[in-house]
C-alpha cells in the first residue's frame, strides 16, 4: 500500500539524477553548508557514468576539433583527481602506434583545414602534427606527477611485440585510469557525511514551482511510499534523462536539447603483457583504446553511435563489436574474434545537442542552463565528460551563488574522497601495510582492496585474524563482511550492484555464485527492514 506524505522542511538544493554530475554537485554544495537531497532513480552511477572508457583524460583528439578550452581545463583536473583518489586513479602511459600510409578521411575540422591547405596530405595525419598535439597536450594544464611525451622504436621497445610488424615508430604519453562508478559512490558518501540525503531507488514524479520553491513529488521504487519535498533550487542532473525530465516532470518545452550518443565497449581475454595502453587511430578518422583491464582481461573501445531513445537499455550490438574487433585487428599481430569477448557493455552520453552533423564532432564539453523566469531557479545540466565533473560542480555552484547569502567558496579540489588520504605513490606501501596487518590476505587481495577501498579497507577487515572471520565465501575473495559494508556504507541493494558497479567481480563469478550472492543480499535487507520495524 502506498502512502503520501510531505517532508514539510525547505532544501537549498534538491538534485535529481546520481551519476557523476549529480553527486559532484551534492557533494560540492554540501561542503558549503547547503542543505541538499538527492534522488536518483536505480543505483548511483547505473547508466552512464559507469559505462564510460574510465579515464581521466584530456581528450587529445578533441584538439582537432578547437576545444582548446575543454582540453585544458581536462588536463589540469586529471593531476587533481589524481591527487584526490589515488586508490581509484593511476596513472597510465598511452602507446599512439604511427604509420606514414595511414590514412583516414579528415571528418574533423584541423582535417579539412589540412586537407584544404594541403592537398597532398589529405587524408593522412602527418608526423608533426600528431607531435604538436602531443606538444601541447603536455603543456597546456602543466603536469606534476605525470610524465611527458617520448618517441619509442617499436622494433625494440616492449610495447612493439603484440603489433603488426609495419608499425616501428610510435608516441608515448600519460594520461589517468579511474574507476568510474566508484568515483560516482564516492562522492555520493562524501556528500552524505557533509549532511547531504542521497536517496536510491526513487523516482521523480513531478517537479512544479509553488510560492517561490519548487515541490518535488518522488516515489520510492521499492516501496512505492510517495513525497512530496521542497526546495529553493532545483538541479537537473538526469544524465540522459535530462531531457526527458525537463519535459514530462518539469513541464519546460525550451530549445534546449540532449543528443544521446551511444558509446560501445568489449572486454577480450588478455592480449599483450605490458602494462600500457594503446590509441589506435582508425581510416575513418576515429580513435579507439585498448587497456590492460581487471589484470587478465583487456578493454577495447569506444564506438560513436547515435541513440535516440534515453529508455531503450543501451547494449553493444553485433556491428559495434564487430567494428571494434576489426579496428583492433588492424593494428595487433595476433587477431581476435567474436570469441575472444567475455563481456560487452555501452553506455549513452548525454551530450549537449549543438547542432554538430556526426556523434563524433559533437561537443563533449557540459553546458549549465540556469533558469529563473519562473521565480525559483532550475540549474539544468547537459553534457559533460568524467575528467571535468568536479569543475562542471564548482561551475554550478558559481551559477547558483547569487541565490544563497554568503556561499562560501570551492572547497573540493586536493580535499581527498573517502578511502584517498595518502600519496599518489602510496599504493604499494598501502598494500604492505594492509597484508601486515592480516596476514591471511594475498597480493592480488589485498591490491583489489586497497584499489576499491583505499585506507578504508582497514575498516572493512577490522578484527579479522582468519578468512573464515570475515563470513560467508562468494567467490573470487568476495565476502560477506565486504558485503555488508557495501549495503550499509555504499548504497547497494542487489549482487548487480556489487558486481558489476561496485566491483568488477562480474567477471570472475559464475552466474550461480552471482545468484547466491543476491539471494543472501535480500535475506540480509528482509532481516534489517524487520529489524527496523
Same mark, same amino acid.
Given at each position: ?328 585487428? $588492424?593494428? *595487433?599481430?595476433?587477431?581476435? !574474434? =567474436?570469441?575472444? &569477448?567475455? %563481456?560487452?557493455? #555501452?553506455?549513452?552520453?548525454? /551530450? ?119 563470513? $560467508?565465501? *562468494?567467490?573470487?575473495?568476495? !565476502? =560477506?563482511?565486504? &558485503?555488508? %559494508?557495501?549495503? #550499509?556504507?555504499?548504497?547497494? /541493494? ?40
Amino acid at each position: 500500500m502506498t502512502t503520501d506524505t510531505d517532508t514539510h522542511e525547505t532544501l537549498d538544493l534538491f538534485v535529481i539524477g546520481g551519476g557523476i554530475n549529480g553527486c559532484g554537485i551534492a557533494r560540492d554544495a554540501s561542503g558549503r553548508g547547503l542543505r541538499v537531497r538527492l534522488a536518483e532513480k536505480g543505483d548511483l552511477a547505473s547508466a552512464t557514468s559507469s559505462a564510460s572508457t574510465k579515464l581521466f583524460h584530456g581528450g587529445l583528439r578533441y584538439l582537432e576539433y578547437f576545444e582548446f578550452r575543454l582540453v585544458r581545463e581536462s588536463l589540469i583536473e586529471r593531476e587533481t583527481l589524481l591527487s584526490a583518489m589515488p586508490h581509484i586513479s593511476w596513472p597510465m602511459r598511452f602507446v599512439l602506434p604511427y604509420h606514414p600510409s595511414m590514412r583516414f578521411e579528415g571528418q574533423t575540422p584541423m582535417g579539412r583545414l589540412l586537407g584544404r591547405l594541403m592537398p597532398w596530405m589529405r587524408g593522412r595525419r602527418p608526423a608533426w602534427l600528431i607531435r604538436l598535439g602531443l606538444f601541447l597536450y603536455d603543456n597546456l594544464g602543466g603536469r606534476a606527477h605525470l610524465p611527458g611525451t617520448r618517441s619509442l622504436d617499436l622494433r625494440s621497445d616492449p610495447a612493439g611485440v603484440p603489433l603488426d610488424d609495419r608499425f616501428e615508430r610510435a608516441f608515448e604519453y600519460s594520461d589517468c585510469w579511474v574507476e568510474d562508478s566508484r568515483l560516482v559512490v564516492l562522492n555520493a558518501r562524501d556528500a552524505e557525511g557533509l549532511g547531504a540525503d542521497i536517496r536510491t531507488r526513487t523516482e521523480v514524479l513531478s517537479a512544479r514551482r509553488e510560492d517561490g520553491l519548487w515541490t518535488v513529488e518522488t516515489r520510492d521504487v521499492e516501496t512505492g511510499e510517495t513525497q512530496r519535498h521542497h526546495a529553493r533550487v532545483l538541479v537537473n542532473a538526469g544524465g540522459p534523462w535530462a531531457g526527458e525530465i525537463l519535459q514530462t516532470r518539469i513541464g519546460d518545452n525550451g530549445a534546449d536539447r540532449v543528443r544521446l550518443v551511444r558509446g560501445s565497449h568489449i572486454v577480450t581475454r588478455k592480449l599483450y603483457d605490458h602494462d600500457r595502453c594503446y590509441f589506435f587511430q582508425g581510416t575513418d578518422g576515429r580513435i579507439i583504446f585498448a587497456i590492460p583491464y581487471e589484470s587478465d582481461f583487456t578493454l577495447i573501445g569506444t564506438t560513436d553511435a547515435e541513440h535516440p531513445d534515453p529508455s531503450a537499455r543501451p547494449e553493444c550490438t553485433a556491428a559495434e563489436r564487430d567494428y571494434l574487433i576489426d579496428f583492433a585487428n $588492424r593494428y *595487433f599481430k595476433r587477431k581476435i !574474434t =567474436a570469441d575472444d &569477448v567475455v %563481456w560487452s557493455y #555501452s553506455g549513452v552520453r548525454p /551530450l549537449y545537442d549543438d547542432g554538430a552533423q556526426s556523434a563524433t564532432a559533437a561537443t563533449r564539453d557540459y553546458v549549465l542552463k540556469l533558469d529563473t523566469t519562473g521565480g525559483a531557479p532550475l540549474l539544468n545540466v547537459f553534457g559533460g565528460k568524467i575528467t571535468t565533473y568536479r569543475r562542471l560542480a564548482e561551475s554550478a555552484l558559481a551559477r547558483l551563488a547569487p541565490h544563497f547569502d554568503g556561499l562560501p567558496g570551492p572547497w573540493t579540489a586536493g580535499e581527498p574522497l573517502p578511502g584517498g588520504d595518502f600519496p599518489v605513490d602510496g599504493v604499494a606501501a598501502q598494500i604492505d601495510g594492509l597484508r601486515a596487518a592480516y596476514p591471511f590476505l594475498d597480493a592480488a587481495w589485498a591490491r583489489r582492496l586497497v584499489r576499491a577501498y583505499g585506507t578504508e579497507a582497514h575498516q572493512i577487515l577490522s578484527g579479522a585474524r582468519q578468512v573464515a572471520d570475515l563470513g $560467508r565465501d *562468494f567467490g573470487a575473495t568476495l !565476502t =560477506a563482511r565486504e &558485503v555488508t %559494508w557495501l549495503m #550499509s556504507s555504499e548504497y547497494a /541493494l542487489t549482487a548487480e550492484d556489487v558486481v558489476w558497479r561496485r566491483s568488477k567481480l562480474g567477471l570472475r563469478l559464475s552466474a550461480e555464485q552471482v545468484a547466491a550472492l543476491d539471494s543472501w543480499m535480500s535475506a540480509e535487507r528482509a532481516t534489517g527492514l524487520r529489524a527496523a520495524e
